[in-house]
């Protein structure tokens, strides 16, 4: 096969970020006022909604220069007002395109410019905000100051993507706040996290709830509730058998962490798609039926745990 | 990364691009179609399809699928055949599972043959080829380097 040189060069785009947010804006969005918040966000998908008028608007290549500039302000807003993010190359279903690493604990990578697409595709004008929103609740405002884009970039080279472990660990790092800190604010009052069988059918409960409308799921403001139950449902697998541990994903689950057993019997199970398909089906006894279904091969806990903040350190 | 058996699902179909763009035309193409691969016989074959597929919804029908392929194809070598660089291969992302053109224009976007037909079908402008054509040579120079005849480009896959 005669092989296309199309490998794209991250650094070369990282480096360009300083004209790209000046002239580049300038040039694709005239009149666009870049005060990078949330509210130009808003502004910035009304005018793409005007400019990209049908759901194959993000694939036509007419319009790729449009689509990169968006897609840069959107990364560049949330490493504005946001500590902690930063551009990377991308991973999973976003091999080879720069995404954003966002210190929220949610394990997909954003990419904003697959957002460019999702907002052609949904079209009804809170992608963005929506995405604001959900890093917003999880991610502290930014303290520490920030270079100009064009002293940032200039001599920049974009980080790696990580292998499958270092995503996964990265994830992990995020556990005890995830479970101690911010759970506890996604569950009614009162909800008590006993990390238990019997605890499974309540917490399905509040996911049905949650999760209700159709494609709710899909929301960032949802993400990190979805997050933390997955996280929790991964404990109670974890706590109730001896040879559960978190492990990368495999196959059709390979963007997930799932709960591994290696024992030759027991199949591994992913946390995220349980909560999505409890909220999916809307019956209320699926996460207990599972459990149930995977204890009739695990080896039942017998070696005692030590306290998240040792499992998992910072 | 596409997979080694990606690449084989892509190579086998490039094996028989020969045989369908020179023998099939007559049967899947428009016509009295002048198969020149220049840009202007873009907007003759986007005609013909929109013409023989009156409802998008037709396209994945068994009655049109050869149809599309064989367009696909001649789109895509239309590519290939003027601008430098581009090239054949896997689909990724959106476009998994498809034979796609690489285009070397610095966006990282591949360019489906497949899906822009849909996407014509869709639209149904007329030009929606040919518009992708000239966001192509906006950025790709044209090609200077040869390429074996088309009999013999894929003569090796499949």
């Known amino acids: 096969m005669t092989q296309a040189d199309v490998a794209r060069d991250l650094d070369a785009w990282l480096q360009d970020m300083g004209e790209a947010l000046t002239e580049g804006l300038r040039r694709e969005l005239p009149g666009f006022a870049a005060n990078a918040d949330r509210a130009s966000l808003a502004a910035l998908e009304t005018i793409l909604l005007e400019r990209l008028p049908d759901k194959f608007s993000a694939e036509d290549r007419d319009a790729q220069r449009l689509v990169d500039i968006a897609a840069r302000y959107v990364g560049e807003t949330l490493i504005w007002n946001f500590q902690g993010c930063f551009w990377r190359e991308g991973y999973g279903t976003f091999e080879g395109v720069p995404v954003l690493a966002i210190p929220d604990g949610i394990f997909q990578p954003t990419c904003p410019e697959q957002l460019i697409d999702v907002i052609v595709r949904r079209r009804d004008g809170e992608v963005l905000t929506d995405l604001y929103d959900g890093v917003a609740e999880l991610v502290p405002g930014r303290t520490t100051p920030l270079d100009s884009v064009e002293d940032r970039y200039q ?48 917490l399905e409960a509040v996911i049905m709830e949650r999760l209700e409308e159709e494609d709710s799921d899909l929301k960032r403001v949802n993400a990190g509730f979805i997050d933390r139950c997955a996280r929790y449902l991964g404990e109670v697998y974890v706590r109730a058998g001896e040879d559960a541990r978190w492990d990368t994903g495999e196959g059709m689950y390979h963007w997930y962490p799932m709960i591994g057993y290696h024992d030759g019997q027991t199949m591994a199970v992913s946390p995220q798609s349980l909560v999505r398909t409890a909220a999916d089906r809307q019956r209320g006894t699926l996460l207990t039926m599972v459990f149930d279904n995977t204890a009739q091969t695990a080896r039942a806990r017998t070696t005692p745990l030590a306290p998240l903040a040792e499992r998992f350190p910072v | 990364m596409a997979t080694a058996e990606a690449r084989q699902e892509v190579e086998t179909w490039l094996g028989a691009m020969w045989f369908e763009l020179v023998n099939e035309v007559w049967d899947k193409g428009p016509e009295d179609f002048d198969d020149t691969y220049e840009r202007d016989s873009l907007d003759v074959l986007e005609a013909f399809l929109l013409q023989a597929i009156p409802d998008p919804a037709l396209a994945a029908k068994p009655d049109y699928i050869d149809h599309l392929d064989w367009a696909a194809r001649y789109f895509g070598e239309t590519l290939v055949e003027r601008f430098e660089g581009c090239a054949w291969q896997p689909g990724e992302g959106r476009y998994a599972g498809l034979p796609v053109i690489g285009v070397p224009d610095g966006t990282g976007l591949q360019e489906s043959p497949l899906s822009r037909l849909n996407i014509a079908l869709e639209r149904r402008t007329g030009h929606e080829l040919t518009r992708a054509y000239d966001a192509v040579a906006a950025a790709v120079p044209a090609r200077t380097t040869e390429l074996p005849p088309l009999e013999e480009r894929y003569a090796d896959l499949g």
């Open chain 1, 155 to 202: 001599d920049a080279t974009m980080p790696p993507a990580p292998d499958n472990a270092e995503a996964l660990a990265i994830w992990l790092r995020s556990m005890q706040v995830g479970l101690e800190e911010q759970l506890a604010g996604y569950l009614p009052a009162g909800f008590e996290l006993t990390y238990d069988r019997a605890s499974l059918e309540r």
